[in-house]
């Protein structure tokens, strides 16, 4: 059967059970510890006190219903037991251990709702009806007992007996007696119901604060989700930025050693019949070139390994402004005509200035060799300001090719790395003929 039905509505329905039989329990065990007398007409359940009135009987089947069902409707089983509560009060006055199904009910409304208007109200309604339900209970009793006692008064004074004369009473105390419901009784009524207001109140409180504590709980974990899913998209940003980075510096290094290679590679062959000499230099110079770039290479490609073997790699210096002259006399060695001014006085840049200057002349020279044509030449300037390094290269060769844009990796690389750095860059034709690339990379102002 608990395939079907919810493990959670047999539970409550268990509970409702359980303050049913707490109810009449100990009234039957009372019952059987008493023998009943020889003569004795009375039954066990009437000597046991268990309800014969089947009002009662339907007032508590409809808290035991709204026990089971206050997990699955809360509204519902609130509405049910409050009808089986005020049902009970009007016909016994007081409370029984079966009536605490309503502040159960009332505690799972607040635990569960999100509206603590609604909850509030619905507790202010039902305080309001268990007081009117007692209220009328008391008020019915007190008009039976004068009713009862009107009868026996005007039976005494048919049997000619003398009436019993009540004590005379106070004028005021008549007149609240002559009222439809007496202020006594809206006092001791008022004095009974506190404690069910008082438990009504309490359960209200400790579901309420439940509820407050499980929003609490799904918006730290949602916050926590949140945080998570933020580090993990910057762990992604980051490893897609060391990537790119990675594959910039490695387009650098690959192109101009490669460029540099070729070139020298030529300039060999060409003098290898009629210069022997010149060939074995050239040639030296692609033994040196080679293992430059595969010495950068294997730095880069290892910049994250941390086994022994890459330690030397990654605490090997990055090029920087220092190195241009010695790359301008490697392009030199391969026949390109490098001429090269710097303007200012040179200062100590942050790192990531330096590599990137370094990166742009480098790139800008390795285009020139590669696309400039040959006898090309080309014009370095490095301007030294507090501010801002500015470098310019420019050549004279073919410049760009009729329809080209200038837009190719190397030189998408330069512009992300000024870009990083905020800076600015210019690239286009020169004024006369070639190709020439401005960048200006701030540095800062240094007191």
Same mark, same amino acid.
């Given at each position: 059967?608990?395939r079907?039905?919810?493990?959670?509505?047999?539970?409550?329905? /268990?509970?409702?059970?359980?303050?049913?039989?707490? $109810?009449?329990?100990?009234n039957?065990? $009372?019952?059987l510890? =008493?023998?009943?007398?020889?003569g004795?007409?009375?039954?066990?359940l009437a000597?046991?006190?268990?309800?014969?009135?089947?009002?009662?009987?339907?007032?508590? /089947?409809?808290?035991?219903?709204?026990?089971?069902?206050?997990?699955r409707?809360?509204?519902?089983a609130?509405?049910?037991t409050?009808?089986g509560?005020?049902?009970?009060l *009007?016909?016994?006055?007081?409370?029984?251990?079966?009536?605490?199904?309503l502040?159960?009910?009332?505690? $799972?409304?607040?635990?569960? =709702?999100?509206?603590?208007?609604?909850?509030?109200?619905?507790?202010?309604?039902?305080?309001?009806?268990?007081?009117?339900?007692?209220l009328?209970?008391?008020?019915?009793?007190?008009?039976?007992?004068?009713?009862?006692?009107?009868?026996?008064?005007?039976?005494?004074?048919?049997?000619?007996?003398? #009436?019993?004369?009540?004590q005379r %009473?106070?004028?005021?105390?008549?007149?609240?007696?002559?009222?439809?419901?007496?202020?006594?009784?809206?006092?001791?009524?008022?004095?009974?119901?506190?404690?069910?207001?008082?438990?009504?109140?309490?359960a209200?409180?400790?579901?309420d604060?439940?509820?407050? @504590?499980?929003?609490? *709980?799904? /918006?730290?974990? %949602?916050?926590?989700?949140?945080?998570?899913?933020?580090?993990?998209?910057?762990?992604?940003?980051?490893?897609?930025?060391?990537?790119?980075?990675?594959? @910039?510096?490695l387009h650098?290094?690959?192109a101009?050693?490669?460029?540099?290679?070729?070139?020298q590679?030529?300039?060999?062959?060409?003098?290898? +019949?009629?210069h022997?000499?010149?060939?074995?230099?050239?040639?030296?110079?692609v033994?040196?070139?080679?293992? =430059?770039?595969?010495?950068?290479?294997?730095?880069l490609?290892?910049?994250e @390994?941390? +086994?022994?073997?890459?330690?030397d790699?990654? *605490?090997a210096?990055l090029?920087?402004?220092?190195?241009?002259?010695d790359?301008? +006399?490697?392009?030199?060695?391969?026949?390109?005509?490098?001429? *090269?001014?710097?303007?200012?006085? #040179?200062d100590?840049l942050?790192? /990531?200035?330096?590599?990137?200057?370094?990166?742009?002349?480098?790139?800008?020279?390795?285009?020139?060799?590669?696309?400039?044509?040959?006898?090309?030449?080309?014009?370095?300037?490095?301007?030294?300001? #507090?501010?801002f390094?500015r470098?310019?290269? $420019?050549? +004279?060769?073919?410049?760009?090719?009729?329809?080209?844009?200038?837009s190719?990796?190397?030189l @998408?690389?330069?512009?992300?790395?000024?870009?990083m750095?905020g800076?600015?860059?210019?690239?286009g034709?020169?004024?006369?003929?070639?190709?020439?690339?401005?960048?200006?990379?701030?540095?800062?102002?240094?007191?």
């Amino acid at each position: 059967m608990s395939r079907f039905v919810p493990r959670h509505l047999l539970a409550d329905a /268990a509970l409702a059970l359980a303050l049913l039989a707490v $109810t009449l329990g100990p009234n039957f065990v $009372t019952a059987l510890a =008493s023998p009943q007398k020889p003569g004795d007409s009375v039954g066990f359940l009437a000597r046991a006190g268990v309800p014969l009135d089947y009002i009662w009987w339907l007032c508590a /089947a409809l808290a035991i219903v709204g026990v089971a069902l206050r997990r699955r409707n809360a509204v519902v089983a609130l509405v049910l037991t409050a009808a089986g509560t005020a049902g009970h009060l *009007l016909l016994q006055t007081k409370f029984q251990l079966l009536d605490l199904a309503l502040p159960l009910v009332l505690y $799972t409304l607040a635990a569960m =709702s999100r509206r603590r208007r609604f909850v509030l109200g619905a507790l202010a309604v039902t305080m309001i009806l268990t007081y009117l339900a007692m209220l009328g209970s008391r008020v019915d009793m007190a008009h039976n007992q004068k009713a009862a006692a009107a009868a026996k008064q005007a039976q005494q004074a048919l049997d000619g007996q003398e #009436p019993t004369t009540p004590q005379r %009473q106070p004028d005021e105390t008549r007149m609240l007696a002559n009222t439809a419901i007496p202020v006594g009784a809206l006092v001791e009524t008022g004095q009974a119901v506190l404690e069910m207001w008082l438990l009504l109140v309490a359960a209200y409180a400790v579901g309420d604060g439940i509820r407050t @504590r499980r929003a609490h *709980l799904v /918006a730290i974990e %949602q916050r926590t989700a949140d945080l998570a899913r933020q580090e993990r998209q910057r762990a992604t940003l980051a490893v897609a930025a060391e990537r790119t980075r990675i594959t @910039r510096e490695l387009h650098d290094v690959v192109a101009h050693g490669m460029s540099v290679m070729v070139v020298q590679a030529q300039g060999a062959a060409a003098a290898l +019949d009629r210069h022997p000499d010149r060939a074995a230099t050239a040639l030296q110079h692609v033994i040196e070139v080679g293992r =430059s770039s595969l010495s950068e290479m294997r730095r880069l490609l290892t910049a994250e @390994r941390t +086994d022994p073997a890459g330690e030397d790699a990654r *605490l090997a210096p990055l090029p920087g402004i220092g190195a241009i002259p010695d790359l301008v +006399d490697q392009l030199r060695s391969a026949g390109m005509r490098i001429d *090269l001014r710097i303007e200012g006085v #040179p200062d100590v840049l942050p790192a /990531a200035v330096d590599l990137s200057a370094y990166r742009i002349v480098q790139e800008a020279l390795t285009n020139t060799l590669k696309h400039a044509g040959p006898d090309a030449g080309a014009w370095v300037r490095l301007e030294f300001d #507090p501010e801002f390094l500015r470098v310019d290269v $420019t050549d +004279d060769g073919q410049g760009l090719a009729e329809g080209a844009d200038g837009s190719g990796n190397g030189l @998408r690389g330069i512009a992300e790395r000024v870009a990083m750095l905020g800076g600015t860059l210019e690239t286009g034709r020169a004024p006369d003929r070639g190709f020439r690339l401005g960048a200006t990379l701030p540095v800062g102002a240094r007191p």
